[in-house]
Structure formats: C-alpha cells, structure tokens
C-alpha cells in the first residue's frame, strides 16, 4: 500500500521505526509490520515490477514459505535478458531452495547457476565462504 511521508514534517514515531532517510523508500512489510526489504529511490517501471517480486520473496521467505519465495526468486533469477536484480534473486533463491529442503546439495546447485552466471558479483562471492 503506498504512503507518502515527509522526513522533515511528519511525526517521527512514523519515520524512526521504519529507518526511512531518504524518500522515496519502498518499503516491504510482513503482516506484523516488520520491515523485510526495503529499496531507496525511484526505478524505471519494469525494475520496479522486478522489485515487487523480490520484495514479496523476502517476505515469504521470512514466514516460512519457502517454495513461494523461490519460485519468486527464481523468476527474476533466470530471466533473459538478466535484469540487474538477478544476481541477488539467485543468491536468495538457494537460502530459500537450502530452507525448504535442508540440503546442501540443493544450495550448491542454486549457488553455481548464480557463481556461473554472475561470477563477479557481490553475491557471487558471499557464495564462496562457508
């Protein structure tokens, strides 16, 4: 639900539990109204689109609905051409394949689709260490 808020006049018991600093702020909550991903400033609208889906992963993934945050994740993963989300959407699509299954084989695969695919990014090395 979008809400519009001024950082300099709007009450800060509305800003400081969100940790907005900068608008816009898109901002994914769970039901409970814990932040669970957040993203600072505009985007173009199919980045945006690319966004709600990882948004909503992160929130799936933080109640427990592991296949529904991996098909999400893996959506945006594997698109073509890659969107500049892709490699994040890989690195947490194997938490989220590692959480519903317990395997570690299952995340290695995961892992080396995104090591492949994106081997000099940020999330690829977070890959790398055990």
């Given amino acids: 639900m979008p809400l519009s808020l001024d950082l300099f006049h709007d ?3 509305w800003l400081r539990p969100l940790g907005v600093i900068w608008t816009p702020t898109i901002l994914f909550l769970d039901r409970r ?15 945006f689109l690319e966004l709600l889906d990882l948004g909503e992963g992160h929130v ?3 109640w427990a609905r592991f296949q529904e945050a991996s098909a999400l994740f893996r959506r945006i993963a594997e698109r073509e051409p890659p969107s500049p989300w892709a490699p994040e959407a890989a690195y947490w699509w194997g938490v989220a394949v590692y959480l519903a299954t317990r395997s570690r084989p ?3 695969r995961v892992w080396t ?4 695919r994106f081997p000099d990014t940020i999330w690829a090395a977070r890959t790398l260490v055990d």
Avoid: K, N, Q
């Fill in 106 to 108: 299952e995340l290695d």
């Fill in 11 to 13: 009450p800060r018991e």
């Fill in 33 to 47: 109204g814990e932040v669970r991903y957040r993203s600072p400033d505009f985007l173009p609208p199919d980045l």
């Fill in 113 to 116: 689709i995104l090591r492949t």
């Fill in 60 to 62: 799936a993934l933080h």
